[in-house]
């Protein structure tokens, strides 16, 4: 049972199809939780991390966005903030998306025309360098038919599940730690 804290609800979910779609196993049972942006994780995930794992879970994915920020200081926010004070020691991906989770989709954002017909976006040479993804997402969505189409808790999960996973890896560095993780049960941390 794998074990997901992140920023929101719809990483969460969309952490859920990412993993699956790596074990190429759908009935891989998760916990955890989407919590309401970074500040709520960072003060609270500590606890739901130790809680889990007294439940049983064995595998444990932390997920907070870059935002524009170094990855290794989100890193050590991870570690010294959940990590430490949760005692947990024991299979832990420590995710931290280049700017936002958001990125990865535009990896294959030619994938949208699976959920928008007629959208057929260009291809993104280099996603993580996109400062707000998520509203590049929304921008490219508005443009294609003049209101936006794409909204990223309802549409994030859904998009996972069609994107090309080789693209996301060759083109998101971020996104390599839970490829890894779920395929080699290699902890970052």
């Avoid at 190429?24 to 809680?51: T, V």
């Avoid at 920020?69 to 010294?80: A, E, G, T």
């Avoid at 997402?137 to 859904?158: C, T, W």
Wanted: charged share 30%; glycine share 6%; net charge positive.
């Amino acid at each position: 049972m794998y074990g997901i804290f992140s920023e929101d609800k719809s990483d969460f979910e969309t952490l859920k199809v990412l993993i699956q779609r790596l074990a190429i196993d759908e009935k891989i049972q998760f916990c955890g939780k989407g919590f309401n942006g970074c500040g709520e994780l960072l003060k609270h995930a500590w606890r739901n991390l130790k809680s889990q794992a007294d439940m049983g879970c064995t595998r444990f994915v932390i997920a907070h966005d870059a935002d524009q920020r170094d990855f290794r200081d989100v890193q050590r926010d991870l570690v010294d903030k959940i990590i430490k004070p949760s005692g947990i020691k024991k299979s832990i991906c420590l995710l931290v998306p280049v700017q936002e989770i958001e990125a990865w989709l535009l990896a294959d954002v030619c994938a949208a025309s699976n959920l928008f017909k007629g959208w057929m976006p260009k291809p993104e040479p280099n996603p993580e360098s996109i400062a707000r993804p998520k509203e590049y997402l929304e921008k490219l969505s508005r443009v294609a038919s003049g209101s936006p189409r794409y909204r990223h808790a309802m549409h994030n999960p859904q998009l996972a599940k069609h994107i090309d996973l080789v693209k996301v890896s060759k083109s998101c560095p971020s996104f390599r730690p839970l490829e890894t993780f779920v395929k080699c049960g290699k902890s970052n941390y």
